[in-house]
């Protein structure tokens, strides 16, 4: 168990429709990352919140969104789904904004599929 | 052209084999470079880390990096069933969210 919490676990739905994954950071990790992993992109960095602001954008489409709350979980919501938007959606955390270079802990991910 | 490229394999050896798994990069900004692993259901964790060029060993692993020719490598020795995973290489330079390769797929076979 890496400490950080991802659920659900697996997440079917229909095209059109509007998902929240959340996530649970390691204990101590102010820094939540979201990634998309999919067999033809690997992994895409989405978004990174540091201690509840938006620190960093990466490839995230207008109809997703995330939030970091104040007891420093995570929630990415995904909007007017599409087929293309099925994959893996990860979430890290570290210690600080700018741990890069230690790199993250990631969570176990949740497997999204649009049908 | 990708920033990362990476061979996606699957790469298959017999155990006690030495792996040699490779990613080239296009950014000469990079100066951080990483290998995770990931097993199948799981998320990427972390393997090592190294700065700039040279050589880093840590028991059967061994990460090397050629700036000059934007080329890394990780070194598996004596490589065993257990080592069979996706290796993702990882690079940042000023930024600090790295680039991910697409990871290449290991397969050691008994």
């Known amino acids: 168990d890496s400490g950080v919490t991802q659920t659900p676990k697996h997440l079917i739905t229909a095209t059109g429709q509007r998902v929240t994954l959340r996530c649970s950071p390691r204990s101590g990790d102010l820094s939540v990352y979201w990634y998309q992993q999919s067999l033809d992109q690997g992994l895409q960095f989405l978004i990174q919140?540091?201690?509840?602001?938006?620190?960093a954008k990466g490839n995230i489409l207008e109809r997703f969104s995330a939030q970091q709350f104040p007891d420093l979980h995570s929630e990415l919501n995904l909007s007017s789904l599409e087929l293309g938007d099925s994959a893996l959606y990860f979430c890290a955390s570290s210690v600080a904004a700018d741990r890069g270079n230690y790199g993250y802990t990631f969570g176990s991910g949740t497997r999204l599929t649009v049908v | 052209q990708k920033e990362v490229e990476q061979d996606p394999g699957p790469l298959s050896v017999p155990e006690g084999a030495i792996v040699s798994l490779n990613c080239t990069y296009s950014?000469?900004?990079?100066?951080?470079f990483m290998w995770y692993r990931q097993y199948s259901r799981k998320g990427p964790e972390l393997l090592m880390y190294t700065y700039s060029s040279g050589n880093k060993e840590d028991g059967r692993f061994t990460a090397q990096v050629d700036k000059s020719s934007k080329y890394i490598s990780l070194f598996i020795r004596d490589s065993q069933p257990s080592d069979s995973a996706t290796y993702l290489c990882a690079m940042r330079g000023g930024s600090y969210i790295p680039t991910f390769g697409r990871g290449t797929s290991l397969i050691v076979h008994p």
């Open positions: 950014n000469s900004a990079f100066q951080y």
């Open positions: 919140y540091y201690n509840g602001e938006e620190r």
